[in-house]
């Protein structure tokens, strides 16, 4: 897509991943179903394709929500964008039911998501990164700034440009976290470059290799590389003292409704807590049944086969890598100190939440903060903003502590995409009912 400078869009996204995406589904279904002015969109990715957590497509991991969850039928049970729908045009509807599962691989799930996104590549520039937003010129009423603009770096050959947008939406996606004063280099990853670096080498050549966390990143790419790696002895670093459960059951489960964003955002400061206190692990350090089961067998088949390479050293926490040439030390505490030499150590050490104050730039101070220095976000995930910014700033992502534990998931994105269209919607209707109530001045009247 080129996006135009001349435009001024009704939207404009920024990262195109699940969320964005799904916005743009539900931008394209509102605008089929109305006589109004279609709304314009535009979304810019950093990425050079459509890509979700690429560098975690391994081979046996699942999703972690039902297909049901997908992009548009929480919204939109009719949507040609479902995932049944995508089934159904790939000619493999039945094969899927076969399987008789609610949760398709990772795999199949990207390729679903591949598809989507195909429909909508005249409103997306690949390759391009937004690096700030700012105001555009002066509207004609007491000197107000009449737009947003979103500045895009340039990359790779492509020059800086920006466009003017009334509404932005801000989707770029979770940050990666190593642990306090551990740098990334060609030995030492974090889980979100694993793929990629893991193709660059032979795994043949390792011998052994740790992976910190016990979280389901850890547990995926332990079992990973227990599997591509023959000859390497294996160590999973783990805080704890085994994998711990990642609680999906029916009445826990009920934290990722949609009506579960009410009683967050709606409830006291002691009703929001008590979803951190009692269901933080339906997500976070924990681990799916069947990978614990998975890699536990594969513990105790060693054992029996008295050849053993993969290795729990539980209630266990890094603290700093030391590297020198070829040399990676990994120092581990337990109560004592020790090191550990590996080839490679991976750190599933987890994220940090959406942090969208990079992307805000020459906004961020327009954008009003609570008491403990948070963005302040309404119910429809529109920052609240001083009075002088015109248009709204929407997040998808970076709401945990307004909207609660779904803010960073799929599970909610279908509705909540829809939301933030309907919002975009009605408060253009009402600014134009404004503008229409107020009185006409006769022409020609001095100013
Ligand atoms: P996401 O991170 O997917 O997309 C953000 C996009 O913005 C990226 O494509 C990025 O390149 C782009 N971007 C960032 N900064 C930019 C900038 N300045 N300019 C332009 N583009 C920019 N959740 C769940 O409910 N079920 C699941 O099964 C899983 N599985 C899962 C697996 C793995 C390995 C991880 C790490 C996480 C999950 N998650 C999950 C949680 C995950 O957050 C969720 O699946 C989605 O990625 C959320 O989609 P978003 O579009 O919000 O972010
Ligand atoms: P996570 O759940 O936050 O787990 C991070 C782990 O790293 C925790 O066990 C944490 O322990 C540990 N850790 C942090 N610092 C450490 C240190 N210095 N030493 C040892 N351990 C340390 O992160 P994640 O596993 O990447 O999961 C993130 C999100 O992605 C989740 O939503 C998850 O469900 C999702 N995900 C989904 C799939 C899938 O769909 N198949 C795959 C992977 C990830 P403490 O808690 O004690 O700090």
Redesign the pocket.
Known sequence: MGARETDVYDVVG????????SLAVAIQEHNSSTSDRPLTAAF????EA????RN?LLPA?T???PFL?DIATFRNPASRYSFVAYLHASGRLAGFVNNQTFFPT?RE?HQYLEWVAANFTDQVSYG????GLRLSGQGAGAGAPAHLEVE?GGGAGRQRNSVRARNVVV????VPRMPEGVLGDDRVWH??EFLTRFRGLKPADLRAVAVVGAG??AAEITRFVHDTAPHAQVYSVIPSYGYALADDTPFANQV?DPAAVDDYYFGTDRARQAFWDYHTNTNYSVVDDDVIRDLYRRSYDEQVNGARRLHFLNLTRVGEVKRAGDETRVLLMNGERRELEVDLCVFATG?HG?EPA??LGDLAPYCLRDEAGRLRVERDYRLVTGPELPGGIYL??GTEHTHGL?S????N?AVRSGEIAESIVSRHRIERELEQALPVEPAGKAR
């Open positions: 920024v990262g195109f991943g699940p969320s964005n995406l810019f990715e950093r990425q459509f890509g979700w957590h975690m991991a999703m972690q929500i969850k990772r799930f391009s990164e937004v690096v895009v989707s770029t996606g979770l889980s979100s389901q990143s990722f994220y959406m990079g992307v998808q992502g779904s960073s998931l799929l599970s994105i």
